[in-house]
């Protein structure tokens, strides 16, 4: 069962505009919620992550929106350019459960076009 | 210059063939991780391993084996019963089995 649900699985945006990726859950247990940025052919690299006990964190244009009630949050992606390109994971951490702690969504491949 | 590596980047494997992808880490993290990613199924987990010589089966673990003798080693041996072996092959680590994990540059495994 797939506890991370992410949408939408591809997005084209253009450069300049704002990149929204959405991620919902339903373990109440989970207390991180990391999102990891993938290019072609390499792993997965941490790009920003936010605990429940805020709504919104913030670093540079990558923005990160939480709704502990409606249990969802997405990443925002301001002024988006070409290098943005790449596939987004968000995932979600529970401490102690599930096998690793860590579960990830499906992944957005995300296109900027210039 | 701290981090994860994993040998080779591709890997060709030929019916019947056990093959065995590399990772290793110089980050001092005592948790490792294996996963798997195939295009459109995000990531599964294969095995998982929190200490020295002792590790877990994740969700996909059929066909694969693991060992872990050294805190900075975890390799993963795809085994002739995984029927379906063609994957880019993802290794991690974190501090502890909870805390953020960092991941390798991957393996991509093709079948001959």
């Known amino acids: 069962q797939q506890q991370v649900k992410q949408s939408p699985q591809s997005l084209i945006v253009q450069k300049g505009g704002i990149s929204i990726i959405n991620c919902a859950y339903e373990?109440?247990?989970?207390?991180?919620f990391p999102w990891y940025q993938q290019f072609p052919g390499k792993g997965p690299a941490l790009l920003i992550a936010?605990?429940?006990d805020v709504s919104e964190k913030k670093e540079g244009r990558f923005t990160i929106s939480f709704n502990k009630s409606a249990k969802q949050f997405s990443l925002h992606i301001m002024d988006s350019q070409p290098g943005d390109s790449a596939t987004y994971f968000c995932a979600a951490r529970s401490w102690g459960g599930g096998a690793d702690g860590l579960t990830f969504g499906k992944g957005t491949h995300l296109i900027i076009q210039p | 210059d701290g981090g994860i590596t994993q040998s080779p980047k591709y890997l060709f494997r030929k019916e019947g063939q056990n093959v065995t992808l590399s990772c290793e880490q110089n980050?001092?993290?005592?948790?490792m991780y294996w996963y798997r990613q195939d295009p459109g199924q995000g990531l599964r987990l294969i095995y998982y391993?929190?200490?020295?010589?002792?590790?877990q089966k994740g969700d996909i673990a059929e066909g694969y084996s693991v060992s872990r003798e050294k805190k900075e080693s975890f390799p993963l041996t795809v085994t002739s019963a995984q029927k379906n072996p063609t994957a880019f092959y993802l290794c991690?680590?974190?501090?502890?089995?909870?805390?953020?994990?960092?991941f390798g540059p991957g393996t991509r495994l093709l079948v001959l």
């Open positions: 373990n109440t247990a989970f207390d991180y």
């Open positions: 991690a680590s974190s501090i502890g089995r909870t805390e953020t994990q960092y």
């Open positions: 980050l001092n993290h005592d948790a």
């Open positions: 936010i605990r429940p």
């Open positions: 391993s929190q200490i020295v010589n002792d590790f």
